[in-house]
């Protein structure tokens, strides 16, 4: 079973516009962390925002949020007020248990801003 | 400071020559990961460096491919007799202590092409 699904390959939003991108996973651990990166065509991956297992407030950067609902095990990624930079590759990742080090990633899903 | 760099960026290569990667972490991070990006998917983990601990290479896909870090500094990742399924960009990114909160920093890549 996969660990992270990303289930919209591609998306378009409109400049100004808010956009939710898409992230569920599969742990049986208790503890674990969820993080978003941004890949632009560069190929450089940027750390987003992260969400800890335990952490009861929903994460925000800037213009970035995580939509946390863990019982349905989703961690979507709200981008306000999109911006044309924002387009790029948007990946969901995780890392399962308190001593785990590698991330997961899901397969990614392509943000297009139109203008 | 400085972020993680990569050499070289982009390297072309023969099918059953050996390849070198070298990872330049950021100054002070003692863990140091590998991950593999095939052409539109998601990154797969590699090997991981923390300290003078033994690296985890459980995600090494075969003993053609083996990674050295000296201390806590530069990583070389060597891909022995390539094979056109080793077409990939390879990741590498450092963490300051290796756990399961830590922020993992990527390098812009190396993108490699086995002909």
């Known amino acids: 079973a996969q660990k992270i699904t990303q289930t919209q390959p591609g998306m378009f939003v409109q400049e100004k516009e808010a956009v939710t991108l898409d992230c569920t996973y599969d742990t049986s651990d208790q503890s674990y962390g969820l993080f978003w990166y941004k890949q632009p065509s560069s190929g450089e991956m940027i750390f987003l925002i992260y969400?800890?297992?335990?952490?009861?407030q929903n994460a925000t950067e800037g213009r970035y949020s995580l939509n946390f609902q863990k019982a349905r095990k989703s961690a979507n990624l709200v981008i306000s007020a999109s911006q044309l930079g924002d387009s790029a590759m948007y990946f969901c990742a995780m890392r399962e248990g308190w001593s785990s080090y590698k991330l997961i990633f899901g397969s990614g899903t392509r943000l297009l801003v139109r203008p | 400071g400085a972020g993680v760099s990569q050499s070289p960026s982009n390297k072309v290569t023969e099918k059953g020559k050996d390849v070198e990667l070298r990872c330049d972490p950021i100054s002070g991070h003692t863990a140091l990961y590998w991950y593999r990006q095939r052409l539109g998917q998601g990154l797969e983990f590699l090997i991981y460096?923390?300290?003078?601990?033994?690296?985890?290479k459980s995600g090494l896909p075969s003993d053609r491919f083996s990674a050295e870090r000296t201390g806590e500094s530069v990583s070389t990742l060597t891909i022995q007799r390539t094979q056109q399924e080793d077409s990939a960009v390879y990741l590498c990114?450092?963490?300051?202590?290796?756990?399961?909160?830590?922020?993992?920093?990527f390098g812009p890549g190396t993108r490699l092409t086995v002909l």
């Open positions: 460096f923390q300290g003078n601990s033994a690296p985890d």
């Open positions: 990114a450092s963490s300051l202590l290796g756990g399961s909160t830590d922020t993992q920093y």
């Open positions: 969400q800890g297992s335990y952490d009861e």
